[in-house]
């Protein structure tokens, strides 16, 4: 294959092997479609296009990918040509059979490129999607239109409506590359082909002109399908019922009127609030990967993880470590409670073995790794060891005089805690440097966040070994300062106040439960209570009572509940009622006469709440504590406390997290809000000085996240 340009500091160079052009795409890390990228396609296609001594043109990617898409550091910017959908036509509009080889990802506009071509190979390890919705986006370059001509309305809508990456034996099944190549060489399976279609003098084949969608009845189907979904699935949000619609014009218009549309819809999609949000947590749930002790700070080995306590949580854990491949060992403080543990974990595989998603014999592999022990002495070769036993710090200081007895020199001694003192823990023992908190949040196998808990010793590698743990196990990893409740449960202790004040002062729980859910949270404050259990929390308010401040106001109703044994949906009633084990709860008029009475009690004259209203005040004491946690340190930014509240407390990703929606809003309207409401209680509504200070100077949270 011979050399035919010089520059091999560009993005996109060019070879010939015989008479095919080979095009490769090199823009590290992922060889995304920056405006260079795009320049040097479009003039390597109009090159061969051109010259008469080339018969085809092959596009591949170098390193691990294809085109991993867009560049979406351009988004917002002023468009530069060529733009991806006049790239993707002038590559569709060849008069030379053009094939894409594809291997690694091709996603977004990568497949957008590969669709415009007029072959798809695809390797072993190609992932193909167009997964824009996830950035509250449309494929803009003509993917609305080519995928449903190419694989069908349903295919089409599936893929992009859920934004997954496809395999390439199912991009196969569906149509979506017309072959597998063999072996480990891209370009040299992508030359074979091009070979093969060149003696079969086979033709240029237009996506634009694929068949797919010629069953109407098959197409309307699909469509009606998905918009009778579109309020369940895609409750409140914007780009998928704009895919719905493009998909419609697909299926109705001329390619070009399509076209057009789609453009029209995607720059929609463009300038919507979602699409920021969006974009927002996508950089963010990167960002918070990096920690100021793990930049030159190596991880420690992990080979092997001990699990004391079987309880709801530590078997969520351990099944959470054996899906990661690791073997578990799990300490009880006896054989019933042993045995308890290990049923958990056991119903957890049992549950997917039904659902046809785990074989027998992969669910018989993966507990062969789980043993079980009553002796702390079966940790001593343990790597890694996590304490998840009853939330009281004397019990948990003495299994860590245990672990610090039995493990072996540079084990990591993890806590599970969501409120206790990791500094106390940690001074209790003899080697404070190896400890830290891992906080999961239930279940702890599904939840993906996991608040890493930095207390004032830990060795800077245990922190590096923490955050090496949270990958091997996929959780979105936070970094969080010590503290009572960390970032997550100590803001969410303030919300939860606010809406108990809400309630006390004139709203029922379920008024303002259906305000949040209408704000885009799955569950209102109250449901969650109810979910979590009501014995938690009021366990946790005894405990802090001897310091809770005598001058704040404390609401008595979930105290009156909890006296009642109404902890819940496992007790069949809470602020709902659960009646025959249901999951949903109905509204209880008991509950109701028991506000009321408290109302009475505490001298108040309820009055009436409009959503808006208890949006507001729900939503300005979660920013204003978040911006606390920040102030002192708790957080190290305030987009960490964007992600954890995106995927531990149900903040709908859309709206980016509190603190990039309270920057949306505007951080001078929050703070005029939370002094409105000082009027009424100035002790809880005193305003964080890093947001007093941020209006002072014009800032905002996101100023902060890029100074950090």
Request: aromatic share 6%; with cysteine.
């Amino acid at each position: 294959m011979s050399a035919q340009t010089a520059d091999h500091g560009a993005p996109v160079h060019l070879a010939r092997a015989g008479a095919i052009l080979v095009v490769t795409i090199d823009n590290a890390p992922v060889n995304a479609l920056g405006v260079a990228v795009r320049r040097g396609i479009l003039a390597a296609i109009e090159s061969g296009d051109a010259d008469a001594q080339i018969h085809a043109i092959l596009l591949v990617g170098a390193g691990r990918n294809f085109i991993g898409g867009a560049d979406i550091r351009e988004f917002g910017k002023p468009p530069q040509a060529p733009l991806l959908t006049d790239l993707c036509n002038r590559i569709e509009a060849c008069s030379k059979p053009v094939l894409a080889a594809i291997h690694g990802a091709a996603l977004g506009g990568g497949l957008e490129v590969a669709l415009a071509a007029h072959y798809r190979l695809a390797m072993a390890d190609a992932r193909l999607g167009l997964p824009e919705v996830q950035l509250g986006l449309l494929p803009g370059a003509g993917g609305t239109q080519r995928s449903p001509r190419l694989i069908g309305a349903a295919a089409a809508l599936e893929m992009m409506l859920s934004g997954r990456h496809l395999g390439a034996p199912e991009a196969l099944a569906l149509g979506l590359v017309d072959s597998l190549g063999e072996g480990t060489d891209t370009t040299a399976a992508g030359l074979r082909a091009l070979d093969a279609l060149l003696q079969s003098q086979a033709p240029v084949r237009r996506t634009r002109d694929a068949g797919a969608l010629a069953d109407q009845a098959a197409t309307l189907a699909a469509i009606e399908a998905a918009q009778a979904e579109a309020g369940k699935k895609w409750r409140g949000l914007f780009s998928p019922l704009k895919i719905i619609e493009a998909v419609q014009a697909a299926a109705t218009m001329p390619f070009d009127e399509g076209l057009a549309l789609e453009r029209k819809l995607f720059l929609q999609c463009l300038d919507s609030p979602q699409r920021a949000g969006l974009i927002h947590a996508f950089f963010a749930e990167r960002e918070v990967q990096k920690a100021p002790e793990t930049r030159h700070a190596k991880p420690r080995a992990i080979a092997s993880v001990g699990v004391v306590g079987g309880g709801t949580m530590g078997a969520g854990i351990a099944v959470a470590v054996l899906d990661a491949g690791l073997p578990v060992t799990m300490i009880e403080r006896d054989d019933a409670a042993l045995q308890r543990g290990r049923a958990h974990v056991e119903k957890v595989y049992d549950a997917q073995v039904a659902k046809g998603r785990l074989s027998a014999e992969a669910r018989s592999a993966v507990l062969a790794r789980l043993q079980g022990s009553t002796r702390y002495e079966d940790l001593a070769t343990a790597d890694v060891v996590i304490e998840a036993v009853f939330e009281d710090l004397a019990v948990k200081q003495a299994v860590f005089a245990e672990l610090d007895r039995v493990c072996k020199p540079g084990a990591v001694l993890a806590t599970n805690t969501s409120y206790l003192d990791i500094d106390a823990i940690a001074a209790s023992i003899t080697r404070p440097a190896d400890v830290i908190g891992l906080h999961f949040f239930s279940p702890a196998n599904v939840m993906k966040l996991l608040e890493i808990v930095v207390p004032r010793q830990v060795a800077d590698d245990v922190v590096a070994t923490a955050f090496e743990l949270a990958k091997r196990l996929r959780k979105v990893p936070v970094r969080a300062g010590v503290c009572d409740g960390f970032i997550g449960n100590r803001i969410l202790a303030v919300y939860r106040q606010a809406a108990d004040y809400l309630m006390e002062d004139g709203a029922s729980p379920y008024q303002i439960d259906q305000a949040v859910r209408e704000f885009g949270f799955a569950m209102g404050p109250f449901q969650v209570a109810d979910l979590a259990g009501g014995d938690i929390g009021w366990a946790t308010r005894k405990r802090r009572a001897a310091t809770r401040d005598p001058r704040a106001r404390y609401v008595q109703i979930a105290d009156r509940l909890c006296e009642r044994g109404w902890f819940g949906q496992k007790t069949a009633r809470g602020y709902y009622l659960y009646p025959d084990g249901a999951r949903t709860g109905t509204p209880d008029p008991e509950v109701l006469a028991i506000i009321d009475a408290e109302r009475q009690r505490a001298g108040i004259s309820p009055r009436s709440f409009s959503n808006e209203e208890i949006l507001r005040r729900y939503l300005a004491a979660m920013i204003n504590e978040g911006a606390n946690v920040v102030h002192q340190g708790i957080a190290l930014r305030p987009l960490d406390v964007d992600v954890t509240f995106l995927h531990g407390y149900g903040f709908p990703r859309y709206r980016g997290g509190p603190m990039k929606y309270a920057d949306m809003v505007g951080l001078p309207a929050i703070l005029a809000d939370i002094r409105a409401f000082a009027e009424e209680d100035p002790l809880f509504w005193t305003p964080s000085p890093l947001l007093v200070e941020l209006v002072e100077r014009g800032a905002n949270f996101e100023s902060l996240n890029q100074a950090g």
